[in-house]
């Protein structure tokens, strides 16, 4: 039997029964992904497996670095066929990584491969996922219509034009590609070269002078009125640790001044600064009946040699540590008292925080909505077989599971939408094992009915739906 199977981590009938009736062919929204919207508005191809499926998946460049591959295999100048075989001899010791389950499922998925890609079978696979690629729906767009794709949410900086996404939603294509608000240069004050240049950007965006921290909040103001006339309806903060000091709105301004007129902000005022922008931020989402993701506890670049010679997103990131709890309930607390608290997903790096989140935001809901403040899915380095299940039992047993909004890629591959259905097979598989045990009830309609509801309904309906 192929590894890749229909029954594939469905080891009971009633796990069987609920991914091939209730999750299997559901629609995807992937309301979090880093695909670039100009590669969806040209349709790109891709000339060879290793372009596709190496090229920026720094998932991937990691572990080859494990192996010990020459980084001219992995971001060097390599060709392709060479890269591709030093992947396939990495996958050789990757036994029991998510990477070795992912891309046996994208073999088979997008290219009709099953047997074991090893350095044994790496010329044959080769050839013949180059081949498939030559067919005329293997492009950009052609694997979003065949992964069953219905919407796609990019990550977008505030000063973006947003003309792709125009072109992709003139062009009638049939999936939604929006914009996500994601505003992390804002609070980049400690960098005071790079932040100035960024607020002279943010001028030139939203046509309007950014000398004052009120002309910061009123640019920001117009770029968020634009990002919701492109049909945004989420945004994402991607942070180190939860910003919430207090401050005055004088301070605030004060700090401002400083470092807009070339002066330098020191730790407690950049600190303070963050707060700010992230608790204006969420107030600004709220306003506008957006979502918002919360991603922190990653520790950025800590390699300075590779990331001087690599840059950012290579594969050099790690869990970090930080004590949020207080912070986070202070800012949560402070958005509430003001009534301006928005839908939130939270996401730590770091497993530790997993219950303390799942309970904390349950002293937080509130209807009409369902589930308002979520549980994010596993993220990053844990999304794999043990983190998705650990977040679907402290879900379980702090929150209500049935309201989960599910998995997302957090990707910039187009052939990364498998991971939604290797979080659909893990949700099946496990509830399965627990239904024949006797352990919740063996009911496959009801049961059905939340696995549908997680796979796709409650995504559908907490973006874009009645609440």
Known sequence: ?????????????????LFHRYAENMPIIDYHCHLPPAEIAQDKRWANIAEVWLGGDHYKWRQMRSNGVDEKFITGDACGHDKFVKFAETMEVMLKNPLFDWSHLELARYFGVEERLCRATAESIWERCNAKMAEADFSARGLMVKSNV???????????????????ADSGFAVKVLPAWRSDKASKIDDPIGWNAWMDKLAAAADLPVKTWDDFLDAMDRR?????????????????EIFAAPYTTDEIKAIFKKVRSGGMATAAEAYKFKSAWLYEGLKADARANWSTQLHYSCIRNP?????????????????????????????FDRLEQADALPRTILYSLNPKDTE??????GSFQKGPDRGKLQL???????DQKDGMKKQIQALSALGCLGNFVGMLTDSRSFLSYTRHEYFRRILCGLLGEEMARG???????????????ISYNNANRYFFGAR
């Open 439 to 453: 352990e919740i009830p063996n009911d496959i309609p009801w049961v059905g009915g939340l696995v549908s509801d």
């Open 376 to 382: 994010g899915a596993a993220w990053w380095f844990l």
């Open 150 to 168: 219905k919407a796609v949410c990019t990550t977008d900086d505030p000063i973006d034009s947003l003309e792709h996404h125009k072109a992709i």
């Open 303 to 331: 390699n300075t040699r590779q990331f001087e010679k690599l840059g950012p997103d290579t594969g050099y990131d790690c869990i970090g540590e930080w004590n949020v709890a207080e912070s986070l309930a202070r800012l």
């Open 356 to 361: 303390m989140l799942a309970t904390l935001m």
């Open 1 to 17: 039997m192929a590894f890749i199977n229909d029954d594939f981590l469905l080891t009971t009938k009633q796990a069987r029964e």
């Open 224 to 240: 968020h009125a634009f990002f919701e006339s492109r049909g945004c309806v989420v945004s994402d903060y991607g942070i180190t």
